[in-house]
């Protein structure tokens, strides 16, 4: 790629979306220059995360005996355990599958559209 096709990429309002869609939600409002919109996305997302990993790792915790570096060693045993945790709280993990996919699209969408909006107003 020669530096012409580079910088024409980059001033097309497909690059945000693709870093918010292949990146992390908010990489392409942060590039558009949204920094507010892209952090509040990206804590989101991240929140989303943590939030669904704590509750994970403490349900398995209450199936299973020791700590999770243990559990590693009985790789029946843990699978039992998550299959059990899906089938009784299923509604937690829809959610959390939900409202990742949720941020995706609006990061994806709204990157493409700011990008688009920027590019026609200069």
Do not use: C
Request: glycine letters at 6%; hydrophobic letters at 45%; zero cysteines.
């Amino acid at each position: 790629m020669n530096r012409e096709t580079i910088n024409k990429w980059s001033k097309s309002p497909y690059w945000p979306a693709i870093l918010s869609a292949l990146v992390v939600p908010g990489a392409g409002q942060i590039a558009n220059g949204d920094y507010q919109k892209g952090i509040l996305l990206l804590a989101s997302f991240l929140g989303s995360f943590f939030w669904f990993s704590k509750n994970v790792t403490e349900k398995i915790s209450g199936l299973l005996p020791g700590t999770p570096d243990q559990w590693i060693t009985n790789q029946e045993a843990l699978r039992q355990a998550v299959m059990k945790l899906i089938n009784q709280n299923q509604d937690m993990f829809f959610t959390f599958q939900f409202l990742l996919l949720l941020l995706w699209v609006f990061g994806v969408v709204d990157a493409y559209l700011s990008a688009k909006k920027k590019i026609s107003s200069s």
